[in-house]
T-cell receptor, first 111, second 114 residues
Framework: RKEVEQDPGPFNVPEGATVAFNCTYSNSASQSFFWYRQDCRKEPKLLMSVYSSGNEDGRFTAQLNRASQYISLLIRDSKLSDSATYLCVVNLNTGGFKTIFGAGTRLFVKA | GAGVSQSPSNKVTEKGKDVELRCDPISGHTALYWYRQSLGQGLEFLIYFQGNSAPDKSGLPSDRFSAERTGGSVSTLTIQRTQQEDSAVYLC????????????FGPGTRLTVL
């Protein structure tokens, strides 16, 4: 089983739609959580950190459920510019620090 | 300010040759990370450096891979006796310290082994 698993998609949605991505992680020693965005042939960039209480940044909402080892990202009112791959990221420390990236979920927003 | 820079941006080499990839982190960032991303795949964590501490090398795929960081700043990833399966984009990132802080990525080095 992969340490961080995501639905690869692709998700094809119209502009204005709400779309949700899920991510599960297997290691209970996971300490911090993030969503990154990666555009085609570009480097990943931080979208938002994920906190236990849930957090929102404009149209984006992230949730963390430590008991279920589950992270989600909700995008409301999708824009064409949201088309990208969304990467679920987990930092863990099991005697040594490590960052694990999920394989990503591809999103296509169409007009 | 300047972001993370990497050089070269592209490298084509023949199987069996050694290559060196360079990363200049953001000034003041103590943590530096190396990843590789094969076509259509996720990022694979290779190694990270935190300050002057010895790096955790457990993520390196084979003993042909090594990395060093001089003076707590610039890092070099060396691949000896390259193989075709080493072809990938090698990404470097830095953060203020390890852990909760945002990792800022460089544009990557695209390595092609013929």
């Amino acid at each position: 089983r992969k340490e961080v698993e995501q639905d690869p998609g692709p998700f094809n949605v119209p502009e204005g739609a709400t779309v949700a991505f899920n991510c599960t992680y297997s290691n209970s020693a996971s300490q911090s959580f993030f969503w990154y965005r990666q555009d085609c042939r570009k480097e990943p960039k931080l979208l938002m950190s994920v906190y236990s209480s849930g957090n929102e940044d404009g149209r984006f909402t992230a949730q963390l459920n430590r008991a279920s080892q589950y992270i989600s990202l909700l995008i409301r009112d999708s824009k064409l510019s949201d088309s990208a791959t969304y990467l679920c990221v987990v930092n863990l420390n099991t005697g040594g620090f490590k960052t694990i990236f999920g394989a990503g979920t591809r999103l296509f927003v169409k007009a | 300010g300047a972001g993370v820079s990497q050089s070269p941006s592209n490298k084509v080499t023949e199987k069996g040759k050694d290559v060196e990839l360079r990363c200049d982190p953001i000034s003041g960032h103590t943590a530096l990370y190396w990843y590789r991303q094969s076509l259509g795949q996720g990022l694979e964590f290779l190694i990270y450096f935190q300050g002057n501490s010895a790096p955790d090398k457990s993520g390196l795929p084979s003993d042909r891979f090594s990395a060093e960081r001089t003076g707590g700043s610039v890092s070099t990833l060396t691949i000896q006796r390259t193989q075709q399966e080493d072809s990938a984009v090698y990404l470097c990132a830095s953060s203020l310290v390890e852990g909760e802080y945002t990792q800022y990525f460089g544009p990557g080095t695209r390595l092609t082994v013929l």
